[in-house]
């Protein structure tokens, strides 16, 4: 059909969900307290008071769930495993039901012809690690290293594709810098820190994981296309910062082995009196991956701005004189973001120019638009929008594969309507709708048209 990109054999088309997200039973089979339940029981932090206590319920219905994924025709489901579940305390006794739990997913999965594809961390870090100091110090990326062993040596031999962190930019800066997300912290240094510990425990998994034979590998980042809000010297300048800040600070280490040369520009005396850096880190970090997962939602607009805070014990690492501003005449998604598939192209082709031979093959392992959906009397959910989204980012992500960019996969963000961080449920993603009160599931218009697409590639159907 005309209508839809056509992909390669052999193309990857997937869902994805979040532990935290979607599970709920946040309190069953020995599973530890996270951040995000910390956070999200503290009052004023999420919208509506809400929490992942039960979220999606699919702790209890996920036979329900990979049906569905079964009638989507997906080929691969992406989802993350909650660290708390496994290692209630964050070290020390792993929990046998938490690990159960996986199990059956994954054994569910396979009867259903859909490969499984594991996040190991989805930014539910156990609150007794944070107790003692989160990502900050070292000691938690060593315990994410044995968490991993864990998981590993009981799921290796059935998920062929394992992914170590998902987004550390949220985790290291909204979590830690801007205070948006767990554990809501505003810090110069300790988000730094956090930044490289993430990097570090992801470099420590990827040894545990090699040593369990698993087949892929890979980390995923949440990159932007940050554009200049003009073109002026201080703008392009700005976008500099930017740049460093959203992309280099993770790419460069993993993909070049060294820290970005703009750093100092960046972060200043947050960075050039650093202690958290030790030698053989950049080797650790900078082993090779089968594959790069590219999140990504929306262009970024980037303006000039003075430093909110002078003094450098006061200021967070995301002061970096920089602004985000609108980008003007395209239309904006619910979370208010703007819709620019041009800039998903540029994105993934950059990406190609500045790493070469060092870029892994990619896999798109989020993409998606929340929407204020429409549901019509008889029950249909009509996600015009939603539709539109998914139509041109994956024709835009064909332009990108065209230009030279090895892709090899690709999974819609996300399956179902679900907990939205601080945003509570007051935000839809889902091709699937929940409704909260009865967990009703109802598959979206998206949710048909991307079967369809699934179903008119090549050698389908």
């Given at each position: 059909m005309t209508d839809f990109p056509a992909f390669p054999p052999g193309f990857v088309f997937g869902a994805a969900t979040a532990s935290y997200q979607i599970e709920g039973a946040a309190r069953e089979d020995g599973r530890g307290p996270s951040i995000w339940d910390t956070y999200s029981h503290t009052p004023g932090l999420v919208a509506g008071g809400d929490t992942g206590d039960v979220a999606c319920d699919h702790y209890h219905r996920?036979?329900?769930?990979?049906?569905?994924?079964?009638?989507?025709?997906?080929?691969?489901?992406?989802?993350?495993?909650?660290?708390?579940?496994?290692?209630?305390?964050?070290?020390?006794?792993?929990?046998?039901?938490?690990?159960?739990?996986?199990?059956?997913?994954?054994?569910?999965?396979?009867a259903a012809g859909i490969e499984p594809a594991a996040t190991l961390y989805h930014w539910d870090l156990p609150q007794a690690l944070e107790d003692r100091g989160g990502w900050r110090v070292r000691a938690t990326a060593e315990r994410f290293a044995e968490y991993t062993a864990a998981v590993a040596a009981h799921l290796s031999d059935r998920v062929p594709r394992w992914i170590t962190l998902n987004e550390?930019?949220?985790?290291?800066?909204?979590?830690?810098?801007?205070?948006?997300?767990?554990?809501?912290?505003?810090?110069?240094?300790?988000?730094?820190?956090?930044?490289?510990?993430?990097?570090?425990?992801?470099?420590?998994?990827?040894?545990?994981?090699?040593?369990?034979?698993?087949r892929e590998v890979g980390i995923t980042l949440n990159l932007d296309r940050n554009l200049p809000a003009t073109g002026s010297a201080a703008d392009l300048a700005a976008v500099v910062r930017a740049d460093t800040q959203h992309n280099l600070v993770w790419t460069e280490p993993l993909l070049a082995g060294r820290y970005p040369d703009?750093?100092?520009?960046?972060?200043?005396?947050?960075?050039?009196?650093q202690d958290f850096r030790r030698d053989g880190d950049l080797e650790l970090i900078s082993q090779p991956l089968d594959f790069l997962g590219v999140n990504y939602y929306r262009p970024i607009v980037v303006a000039d701005a003075p430093l909110r805070e002078a003094d450098p014990a006061l200021r967070t690492a995301t002061d970096n004189r920089y602004a985000e501003t609108r980008l003007p005449g395209v239309r904006h998604t619910a979370m208010d973001w703007p819709v620019a598939p041009d800039t998903f192209t540029d994105l993934l082709v950059s990406l190609k120019r500045q790493y070469g031979r060092a870029l892994p093959p990619v896999h798109i392992t989020e993409n998606g638009s929340a929407e204020n959906d429409a549901v019509s009397a008889d029950g249909a959910v009509h996600d015009d929008d939603r539709v539109a989204y998914l139509r041109d980012h994956l024709a835009a992500l064909r332009a990108a594969m065209d230009a030279g960019v090895d892709v090899r996969g690709y999974y819609v963000w996300s399956l179902l309507d679900n907990f939205e961080w601080a945003f509570g449920y007051d935000r839809r993603f889902g091709i699937v709708r929940v409704d909260y009160d009865t967990q009703r599931r109802t598959p979206k218009d998206s949710y048909h048209w991307y079967r369809k697409m699934i179903a008119a590639q090549p050698g389908r159907g």
């Open positions: 996920y036979p329900q769930d990979v049906a569905l994924l079964r009638d989507l025709g997906v080929d691969s489901y992406r989802f993350s495993i909650a660290w708390p579940r496994i290692v209630p305390d964050g070290s020390g006794p792993v929990n046998p039901k938490g690990l159960d739990f996986y199990s059956r997913l994954v054994d569910e999965l396979l550390p930019w949220c985790s290291a800066f909204l979590g830690y810098s801007i205070g948006r997300h767990a554990p809501g912290a505003r810090e110069g240094r300790g988000a730094l820190a956090a930044a490289h510990h993430l990097l570090v425990g992801h470099g420590l998994a990827v040894r545990e994981l090699r040593a369990a034979g698993v703009t750093e100092e520009d960046t972060w200043g005396e947050l960075i050039t009196g």
